[in-house]
């Protein structure tokens, strides 16, 4: 009868995931940043943008919406494979990129919300002082959103990591196609999988934890300075 788990290969193969643990982490952020970029600048388009052009980012969230992640992959990687053929644009870029546009719907939505959460009365500061309206998103507004936008960010990029379990269907290795590849080698799916699922909530206790400890440093930052303005 053979052994349901082999302890000696679950240990194994924790070890053998934990290699490609910080290039997923490094992928999720690169995924972060630029669905942020992108998400920034559509939901400015939408929010300022004229009768047409506000429309672009509600057919783009849209689709993103009703499609599968899978389909959305298979895909941007074909157009883009058609496009940059050979080896000119690399599986991890496109990866990448497949990411970005598809999480940057869900922060175009997130972004907006963030600064719709701003008092109106900052925009009118802006203007009193002699600030254009670029400038005044950008010294003035941003950087408050962005502070309401923080913890979405974060829950965003915990969801990316778990999400890139997708990407080996086109050939790229991430804790999941690690563990899969580990298995089909080993015969042992079981101590694979249980080895990826170890590490992705490990992943997810560590950022928690992180965050968190962030979260009140900030606070109370930010209350030490507002007790010694009022001091003032």
Same mark, same amino acid.
């Given at each position: 009868?053979?052994?349901?788990?082999?302890?000696?290969?679950?240990?194994?193969?924790?070890?053998?995931?934990?290699?490609?643990?910080?290039?997923?982490?490094?992928?999720?952020?690169? @995924?972060?940043?630029?669905?942020?970029?992108?998400?920034?600048?559509?939901?400015?388009?939408?929010?300022?943008?004229?009768?047409?052009?506000?429309?672009?980012?509600?057919?783009?969230?849209?689709?993103?919406?009703?499609?599968?992640?899978?389909?959305? &992959?298979?895909?941007?990687?074909? &157009?883009?494979?058609?496009?940059?053929?050979?080896?000119?644009?690399?599986?991890?870029?496109? #990866?990448? %990129?497949?990411?970005?546009?598809?999480?940057?719907?869900?922060?175009?939505?997130? &972004?907006?919300? *963030?600064?719709?959460?701003?008092?109106?009365?900052?925009?009118?500061?802006?203007?009193? $002082?002699?600030?254009?309206?670029?400038? !005044?998103?950008?010294?003035?507004?941003?950087?408050?959103?962005?502070?309401?936008? @923080?913890?979405?960010?974060?829950?965003?990029?915990?969801?990316? &990591?778990?999400?890139?379990?997708?990407?080996?269907?086109?050939? #790229?290795?991430?804790?999941?196609?690690? *563990?899969?590849?580990?298995?089909?080698?080993?015969?042992?799916? %079981?101590?694979?999988?249980? *080895?990826?699922?170890? $590490?992705?909530?490990? $992943?997810?206790?560590?950022? !928690?934890? #992180?965050?968190?400890?962030?979260?009140?440093?900030?606070?109370?930052?930010?209350?030490?300075?507002?007790?010694?303005? !009022?001091?003032?």
């Amino acid at each position: 009868m053979a052994m349901l788990f082999n302890p000696h290969l679950f240990f194994s193969d924790v070890w053998a995931i934990l290699r490609v643990v910080p290039g997923t982490l490094l992928m999720a952020l690169l @995924v972060l940043v630029m669905s942020i970029i992108i998400g920034s600048l559509l939901s400015c388009l939408r929010m300022f943008g004229g009768r047409f052009t506000r429309r672009i980012p509600t057919l783009y969230v849209s689709y993103v919406r009703s499609m599968p992640m899978l389909i959305h &992959i298979y895909i941007l990687f074909q &157009i883009l494979q058609r496009m940059f053929p050979g080896q000119l644009l690399p599986q991890l870029v496109i #990866v990448i %990129i497949i990411y970005s546009f598809y999480v940057g719907a869900s922060q175009t939505e997130n &972004i907006r919300a *963030a600064l719709r959460s701003v008092d109106k009365g900052q925009f009118e500061a802006g203007y009193s $002082i002699g600030m254009t309206r670029t400038q !005044t998103m950008l010294r003035v507004v941003f950087p408050q959103a962005l502070m309401v936008a @923080v913890p979405i960010f974060f829950n965003t990029y915990l969801s990316t &990591i778990k999400g890139l379990a997708l990407v080996f269907t086109v050939g #790229v290795v991430d804790i999941f196609a690690q *563990a899969k590849l580990l298995g089909v080698e080993n015969f042992g799916y %079981i101590e694979a999988y249980l *080895a990826a699922a170890l $590490i992705y909530w490990g $992943i997810s206790i560590i950022f !928690t934890f #992180v965050f968190h400890y962030l979260e009140k440093y900030f606070t109370r930052q930010g209350g030490a300075r507002g007790g010694q303005g !009022t001091r003032r």
